[in-house]
């Protein structure tokens, strides 16, 4: 039940002015994705603003995503939530619309046991036929999963990967280890794409995909088929466009960095607020130097 393989998207959601949804811009900005390679989209994530969206603008974007994608890539559907029974819900509303897999986050501010984590992504996995990837991600949830917790996790059938954005190259080195050869790892952050592949990882869900797809993607087939130099060249040539895209809090670089290449508007949901003038000068100066404007 391998979802994909490579760069995925952790696509944003444009809004206007109002702070409604954007779904032309949206729109655009899939197409975009669709022409330059990446290899999935991952739809109301962290980077899509899920914590501000309603649960019906969450089916809105789905079923547009699954409609414009047409069964080019997988679209993956963002359905964390800290109520097992309301990330239910919402897997179950992701599956009805479509989706090819659903990612859940660890839940936040309950602060989980490892033992409440393996009952509550049991539980959702339970609850569809979807393939589920789990999303650790302590800086944002403040609840870590434990490498043996992902081992105990990757024994229910459909729960098949993890997009892993603690950072810390030890423990992912740990799950690789314990885990079975059918489940797979997905870096969650930009700057450790290659030394994660080096563990055995399949791929990325970035971030900085949203500007620079075709680079995301290239980095990670380079290293699958074999031209690790290679790979590693992109990797070390992203890093100054990484640090770009978060040099404040993500989401609100990228998409300041997305306007200024013509998708969509820097608009956000509060408490979310736009770029300092001093670091939009330094985003600017960056996609410049990779002649993305």
């Known amino acids: 039940m391998s979802i994909f393989t490579g760069a995925g998207v ?7 002015e109002d702070k409604s949804i954007d779904y032309k811009a949206y729109v655009k900005l899939v ?3 669709l022409d330059n390679s990446t290899d999935a989209i ?7 603003e899920s914590a501000t969206l309603t649960d019906e603008e969450c089916a809105n974007l789905i079923k547009l995503s699954v409609e414009v994608v047409d069964g080019k890539i997988p679209v993956i559907a963002g359905c964390g939530s800290n109520n097992t029974a309301h990330a239910i819900h919402l897997t179950k509303q992701a599956e009805a619309l479509g989706a090819n897999a659903i990612m859940q986050v ?3 501010y309950n602060k989980a046991t490892q033992k409440g984590l393996i009952g509550h992504f049991t539980e959702i996995a339970g609850n569809t036929k979807l393939p589920v990837m789990l999303y650790n991600v302590p800086a944002r949830t403040s609840c870590n999963i434990a490498s043996q917790t992902v081992a105990e996790l990757s024994k ?12 810390d ?20 952050n930009d700057d450790q794409v290659v030394p994660l592949m080096s563990l055995g990882g399949k791929g990325v869900v970035s971030v900085v995909a949203n500007v620079a797809p075709q680079l995301m993607h290239d980095m990670c087939i380079k290293f699958l088929d ?10 070390l040539k992203l890093l100054d466009l990484c640090n770009a895209c978060f040099i404040e809090l993500s989401p609100a670089p990228v998409k300041a960095a997305l306007e200024m290449m013509g998708y969509g ?3 956000f949901r509060s408490p979310i607020c736009p770029v300092s003038d001093e670091n939009l000068g330094i985003i600017k100066k960056t996609l410049e130097d990779y002649r993305l404007i």
């Open 169 to 188: 190259i030890s423990q992912i080195a740990e799950i690789a280890k314990l885990i079975p050869s059918d489940f797979d790892i997905y870096s969650g």
């Open 156 to 167: 229910v059938p459909n729960i098949v990967c993890i997009k892993e954005a603690s950072g």
């Open 226 to 235: 074999g031209n690790v130099k290679e790979s590693l060249e992109i990797q």
């Open 106 to 108: 660890t839940p936040y």
């Open 10 to 16: 952790a696509i944003v959601t444009p809004f206007k």
């Open 31 to 33: 197409n975009f994705h």
């Open 42 to 48: 991952i739809v109301c994530g962290t980077t899509g």
């Open 265 to 267: 508007k820097a608009y």
